[in-house]
């Protein structure tokens, strides 16, 4: 018999995560390891229990699942986190695929769809539900933020010079430039003030 996939639930909610872990335990091949409420429970738990995926809620009061899935992809670059949420906007499909979760689903996804995604993600494709693919497809790679130009960007937003962010991340003040100009246009702006605003509407700084 094959190993079962591994899976996190987190949702600040405790019904919905516990609904959502019993009704994932159902699936023969899937195994619900740990549950977390929030984003820094997520990351604690991600580290220990090793799942092959996490299911992420995107709003979530302190750390949210945006920032959760950041550091848990700097963690593990290949680790595979599926975002949930009740909205489809525009800008948190944006900021959740541009930290490198793997899709992105509504709440109210059939149960089916949800074992569907998450097999597919597990085997390393791509799985995107057809009312949101069109979104995630004007979001080409060329325009996503790393999670280390995210690192940047915020420091900036803090009005730190380019040596301040080299030395708070231990890179060279070069990487650093390179990273600025890259930021720059990547979201459209000429400037390090615009930059911040656009980063803070587009909630990268949330």
Known sequence: MSRKL???V?????????GLSLILGLAPDFEVV??????????ARFTNLKPDVVMMDLQMPGMG??????????????????????????????????VGAKTYLL??????????????????EKFVLPQ??????????????????IEVLRLL??????KDIAEDLAISEGTVKSHVI???????????????FEAHRRGYLR
């Open 157 to 162: 937003a803090l009005g730190k010079s380019n």
């Open 65 to 98: 699942g945006v920032a959760a899935t950041m550091k848990i992809i700097q963690l593990d670059p290949h680790a595979k986190v599926i975002l949930l949420t009740t909205y489809d906007g525009t800008e948190d499909l944006y900021r959740g695929i541009s």
């Open 132 to 149: 949101l693919a069109s979104k995630i497809s004007e979001m080409s790679d060329s325009d996503r933020l790393t999670a280390k130009q």
């Open 6 to 8: 591994k899976i996190l």
């Open 34 to 43: 740990g549950q977390a409420g929030t984003g820094e429970e997520a990351i």
């Open 182 to 196: 890259s930021i720059l246009e990547k979201l459209g702006v000429a400037s390090r003030t615009e930059a911040a």
């Open 107 to 124: 709440k109210d996804t059939p149960r089916e769809v949800i074992v569907d995604a998450i097999r597919s993600v597990a085997r390393g």
């Open 10 to 18: 987190t949702d600040d909610h405790p019904v919905t995560r516990e």
